[in-house]
T-cell receptor, first 111, second 114 residues
């Protein structure tokens, strides 16, 4: 079964700093999703990446997919307290749809 | 707001009891998935329903069952509750187009089994 490893597990940054979260898959990535979750709440869809080399942006958040490395990175520029939460990467299973999620990266942004 | 709602928001049960959780999908979505999320973990896939048929199942025992209705609302039923069933239960609706699906999650139901 596919496994997604996220790093770091947690991150504490000062407001205004840039940061990167990584997600590495144990198998080929057919589709990679990034979500944000506030503690104890549902997941908010951020973006989906489907092709190697694809890069998407949503406000100050940019995600890239490196298909060869089976890896995706999420980059936040000039972080703000509103960016705080848990960031999760998720992947579908290709032909057999068994979605998998990483354990999440907890982000705290100090004002 | 994702347009996906879940009820109840919180629930306390005792070991051995049965529970039914409900999800109302986003309008027009034909697929619903259920997940279990333990504290500090990512969501674990329970199963998925597509047009009222089970379409995929994760590593959960048969006491976890579900239904999807013609109006695309759905239920997750758990029998013979165990302490380890305490978790946040999330449903997610999506529209299957064959070109990748974006799942829209509800706020979750937090279940505590005592």
């Amino acid at each position: 079964s596919q496994e997604l490893e996220q790093s770091p597990q947690s991150l504490i940054v000062q407001e205004g700093k840039n940061l990167t979260i990584n997600c590495t898959s144990s198998k080929t990535l057919y589709g990679l999703y990034w979500y944000k979750q506030k503690y104890g709440e549902g997941l908010i869809f951020l973006m989906m990446l489907q092709k190697g080399g694809e890069e998407k942006s949503h406000e100050k958040i940019t995600a890239k997919l490196d298909e060869k490395k089976q890896q995706s990175s999420l980059h936040i520029t000039a972080s703000q307290p509103s960016h705080a939460g848990i960031y999760l990467c998720g992947a579908d299973g290709g032909g057999s749809y068994i979605p998998t999620f990483g354990r999440g990266t907890s982000l705290i942004v100090h004002p | 707001e994702t347009g996906v709602t879940q009820s109840p928001t919180h629930l306390i049960k005792t070991r051995g009891q049965q529970v039914t959780l409900r999800c109302s999908s986003q309008s027009g979505h034909n697929t619903v998935s259920w997940y279990q999320q333990a504290l500090g973990q990512g969501p674990q896939f329970i199963f998925q329903y597509y047009r009222e048929e089970e379409n995929g199942r994760g590593n959960f025992p048969p006491r976890f069952s579900g239904l999807q209705f013609p109006n695309y609302s759905s239920e997750l039923n758990v029998n013979a509750l165990e302490l380890d069933d305490s978790a946040l239960y999330l449903c997610a609706s999506s529209l299957r187009t064959g070109r990748g699906e974006t799942q829209y999650f509800g706020p979750g139901t937090r279940l505590l089994v005592l």
